[in-house]
């Protein structure tokens, strides 16, 4: 055991204060995952490749910067490690962005890797939270997935296979993978970028309407990592996805009620596809997941219904 852990007193018994290295930490997930880590009286070590950057972003009380050539002396002696980092995928995807992608995971995971497994026992992180995503099950109408389905194998499947892999090499004791469906938030994600259109009367369904969301609200989603790190029971695969996915008109109709706007009109494949190129793929397609591990161990979802999600966002 770490000996980076301490306990401190508190209502109900003695929570424990955790030193947690965290990469993506400037991301739409890592902000939130780091304001909450710092207000619960954690520590936070940002690993970052723009130091002066995520200082800038991250205004929080024991937050500590470290640029990739101290990465190594940061994850010795943290308790925990929390790998969010990945280039965006909402892109035109060109051969060199594909290559981006895929290697901007790969590569930060396994810096993060041999940083812990050379970190002495003593010092070494109990456990390592890697992101992954629902990709990694392929594109489907009609099969729902859990966390015992097998890959597809279209390029986002293989990217997450990757990426997963890296991850797995940790000696941490435990290693956990979240597999994140699609992150509501007002920032960013898919509502940051639907809402503008929808603000000006124009928002409807993208493609068919017909592909699954597998979503989950950012809050639920911060929780789950800081659940995942600190309850021992936690090891292995987690579908980081609310309960009740929904069909991607049913997310834009719900969009459309909170903001007191139209869902009428839909953007069509072939405009998506002259945007985004191959990328237009993780819009166009989707896959219904289900977490089903997350529930078997008890965590508690604030938004379970994507109505309640939204509203809170918009509301926010």
């Not at 997930?29 to 710092?38: C, I």
């Not at 029971?233 to 987690?238: I, L, N, Q, R």
């Not at 009620?257 to 793929?281: I, K, M, T």
Request: hydrophobic share 40%; aromatic share 6%; charged share 20%.
């Amino acid at each position: 055991m770490s000996t980076a852990s301490t306990f401190i007193a508190a209502a109900g018994g003695a929570i424990r204060k955790e030193t947690v290295a965290v990469t993506g930490a400037t991301g739409l997930v890592g902000t939130r995952l780091v304001s909450k880590l710092t207000a619960q009286g954690h520590t936070v070590r940002v690993l970052t490749r723009n130091p002066g950057a995520a200082a800038g972003k991250l205004p929080y009380p024991r937050v500590e910067v470290y640029g990739p050539e101290r990465w190594e002396e940061a994850v010795k002696g943290s308790t925990a490690v929390i790998n969010l980092a990945g280039e965006p995928i909402s892109t035109r995807w060109t051969p060199a962005v594909k290559q981006e992608i895929k290697q901007s995971r790969i590569a930060v995971t396994r810096q993060v890797v041999e940083a812990i497994n050379s970190a002495p026992e003593d010092q070494r992180p109990r456990v390592l939270i890697s992101t992954s995503a629902v990709g990694y099950y392929g594109a489907s109408e009609s099969q729902t997935f859990s966390e015992a389905s097998g890959s597809g194998r279209d390029y986002l499947a293989e990217v997450c296979k990757d990426w997963e892999a890296e991850a797995q090499r940790s000696k941490a004791e435990r290693n956990v993978v979240l597999r994140t469906g699609i992150v509501l938030a007002k920032e960013g994600g898919a509502l940051g970028k639907m809402m503008p259109v929808f603000n000006i009367f124009a928002g409807g369904p993208l493609g068919s309407g017909r592909q699954w969301c597998s979503w989950i609200h950012r809050d639920d989603l911060v929780n789950l990592y800081i659940e995942a790190m600190q309850s021992e029971s936690f090891s292995g695969v987690y579908n980081a996805t609310a309960p009740n996915p929904v069909r991607m008109s049913e997310l834009c109709s719900s969009l459309g009620s909170v903001l007191g706007r139209p869902s009428w009109l839909p953007v069509p494949d072939f405009a998506l596809q002259a945007l985004l190129g191959e990328g237009a793929s993780i819009v166009l397609e989707g896959q219904r997941v289900l977490p089903e591990r997350a529930l078997e161990q008890g965590f508690k979802y604030r938004f379970n219904n994507v109505n309640a999600a939204v509203e809170n966002i918009i509301g926010a």
